[in-house]
T-cell receptor, first 113, second 113 residues
Framework: GAVVSQHPSWVICKSGTSVKIECRSLDFQATTMFWYRQFPKQSLMLMAT?????????EQGVEKDKFLINHASLTLSTLTVTSAHPEDSSFYICSASGENEQFFGPGTRLTVL | GQQLNQSPQSMFIQEGEDVSMNCTSS?????WLWYKQDPGEGPVLLIA?????ELTSNGRLTAQFGITRKDSFLNISASIPSDVGIYFC?????????????FGTGTKLQVIP
């Protein structure tokens, strides 16, 4: 199947700083990418839908000014957590859309101290 | 919003036993998906179901798309230690891979050798 990578795989930062997470489709082009968040022992919750060349669509309750999404090319979407706080600590997972299937990345573990 | 409830929440089984888990939804989906997630990794697609009533197998795994389009089950036969993980059902609307995936609450499976 198609491969999606995320970078970094884990990051620790101080409260108040911003963190950027990259999601890349390595062997295919993805016009649509999705960002999910997973808290410990919970399910994956969709944060936003990212379309190449346009603004992201955020799910209800997700602050668009805090979670900045950029999808500047068909193989790269980025999620920036601005002014991170300890409650933003979570496992962030992206997926990239193929015609019939979404391909998930390996996730990024964010820990905010 | 859409909710997908899985049962059981967790289960311990002996190696070699068969496993069955269910998923019910408050909404209709066009596609039902079953994923497995290992600790610290992204979900991996196991089986995709596209038609109401469809029964699909993938090795030791069998899944069915309920007639009402609001439920699905996953069976694992002759469990082995590497089956350990969290299994998520998921629903997807019309539009294939370009539609967001709504995840269920998850079933944690532990296999006793």
């Amino acid at each position: 199947g198609a491969v999606v990578s995320q970078h970094p795989s884990w990051v620790i930062c101080k409260s108040g700083t911003s963190v950027k997470i990259e999601c890349r489709s390595l062997d295919f082009q993805a016009t649509t990418m999705f960002w999910y968040r997973q808290f410990p022992k919970q399910s994956l919750m969709l944060m936003a839908t990212s379309n190449e060349g346009s603004k992201a669509t955020y799910e209800q309750g997700v602050e668009k000014d805090k979670f900045l999404i950029n999808h500047a090319s068909l193989t790269l979407s980025t999620l920036t957590v601005t002014s991170a706080h300890p409650e933003d600590s979570s496992f962030y997972i992206c997926s990239a859309s193929g015609e019939n299937e979404q391909f998930f990345g390996p996730g990024t573990r964010l820990t905010v101290l | 919003g859409q909710q997908l409830n899985q049962s059981p929440q967790s289960m311990f089984i002996q190696e070699g036993e068969d496993v069955s888990m269910n998923c019910t939804s408050s909404s209709i989906f066009n596609t039902w998906l079953w994923y497995k997630q290992d600790p610290g990794e992204g979900p991996v697609l196991l089986i995709a179901l596209y038609k109401a009533g469809e029964l699909t197998s993938n090795g030791r795994l069998t899944a069915q798309f309920g007639i009402t389009r609001k439920d699905s089950f996953l069976n694992i036969s002759a469990s082995i230690p590497s089956d350990v993980g969290i299994y998520f059902c998921a629903g997807q609307g019309a539009g294939g891979g370009y539609q967001k995936v709504t995840f269920g609450t998850g079933t944690k499976l532990q296999v006793i050798p």
